[in-house]
């Protein structure tokens, strides 16, 4: 029987016909975009006691609040969250607030204030929306800011969209309800 003497494997070279064609165009690598920067959040543990002022004008910037916060929080662009664990003794203005913890102060919003079932706030809370899960406790007054919930509206449809939006069946304009509620005490 026949062995061969050399283990390797025999060697191919393509015809011309089989070869694939060289692009004439260099191939270079496509290059890196440019990445999109996300919202940072700043978070005060619940560890931690901060006392004085607190500003930002960042409006990717946001602030996480588990701990203790005296004094003043401005973040005019930005969200401010209180955890479940902070207490913030504070006049706080952003522009969206989001309560889970305990507030003593006043809330401006330029947007929205939500008030989750096991919150606390004692003070003024003035936005244009005002969210209030069941559940929470507010000590205090209520303002809806009406005039900058107009300059949030979307502009006037045009007649052509409004007949596009009665073919899918939406009403072109939607206005939100103003409730005023009523505490009754025991």
Request: aromatic fraction near 2%.
């Amino acid at each position: 029987m026949w062995k061969p003497r050399h283990t390797e494997s025999p060697s191919f070279s393509p015809t011309q016909e089989s070869r694939p064609q060289a692009s004439a165009i260099p191939m270079t690598e496509p290059a890196p975009r440019a990445a999109i920067p996300a919202g940072h959040q700043s978070t005060i543990g619940k560890d931690l006691a901060i006392e004085g002022k607190i500003i930002g004008t960042d409006p990717l910037e946001s602030l996480y609040i588990e701990g203790t916060v005296k004094g003043l929080i401005n973040l005019p662009f930005g969200r401010v969250t209180v955890g479940t664990k902070g207490l913030v003794t504070a006049a706080i203005e952003a522009r969206d607030v989001v309560v889970m913890g305990t507030i003593n102060g006043d809330i401006t919003a330029s947007v929205r204030v939500d008030i989750r079932a096991k919150a606390c706030v004692a003070g003024k809370v003035s936005a244009p929306r005002i969210c209030i899960e069941d559940g929470a406790i507010i000590h205090g007054q209520l303002d809806v800011l009406t005039a900058a919930a107009e300059e949030l509206s979307l502009p006037e449809p045009t007649p052509n969209e409004i007949e596009t939006l009665k073919l899918i069946r939406i009403r072109p304009q939607v206005r939100s309800l103003q409730i005023q509620p009523t505490l009754h005490t025991a």
